[in-house]
């Protein structure tokens, strides 16, 4: 079992940085691949970006890539998305996640989620 908390969001203007946290508890954090997902106002929740195990790699929609940096710490059970260059499409809740696989969580399958944190960019 693995519980996932997040912190980190918050309102901030278009062309801003922020960074997000999620904690994780469990002695088999180090096992799951991890990942962030965001559901925007009347859409689905889509994928955004997930680290394997090992932090040796990782995965982007398309969406951010080149602006968002997801990294990990297995020391201290925790995952971090740094988010630069942000746009108001990039308003949402944003969920840390853990699952089995890099390809199973990039494609949705997901074990453990967190509660998610608020990320509103204004324009």
Do not use: H
């Given at each position: 079992?693995?519980?996932?908390?997040?912190?980190?969001?918050?309102?901030v203007?278009?062309?801003?940085?922020?960074?997000?946290?999620?904690?994780?508890?469990?002695?088999?954090?180090?096992?799951?691949?991890?990942?962030?997902?965001?559901?925007?106002?009347?859409?689905?929740?889509?994928?955004?970006?997930?680290?394997?195990?090992?932090?040796?790699?990782?995965?982007?929609?398309?969406?951010?890539?080149?602006?968002?940096?997801?990294?990990?710490?297995?020391?201290?059970?925790?995952?971090?998305?740094?988010l630069?260059?942000?746009?108001?499409?990039?308003?949402?809740?944003?969920?840390?996640?853990?699952?089995?696989?890099?390809?199973?969580i990039?494609?949705?399958?997901?074990d453990?989620?967190?509660?998610?944190?608020?990320?509103?960019?204004?324009?």
């Open positions: 079992q693995v519980q996932l908390v997040e912190s980190g969001g918050g309102l203007q278009a062309g801003g940085s922020l960074r997000l946290s999620c904690a994780a508890s469990g002695r088999t954090f180090s096992s799951y691949t991890m990942g962030w997902f965001r559901q925007a106002p009347g859409k689905e929740r889509e994928f955004v970006a997930a680290i394997s195990w090992s932090g040796a790699s990782t995965y982007y929609a398309d969406s951010v890539k080149g602006r968002f940096t997801i990294s990990r710490d297995n020391a201290k059970n925790a995952v971090s998305l740094q630069n260059s942000l746009i108001p499409e990039d308003t949402a809740v944003y969920y840390c996640a853990a699952g089995a696989g890099d390809s199973t990039v494609a949705g399958m997901v453990f989620w967190g509660k998610g944190t608020l990320v509103t960019v204004s324009s």
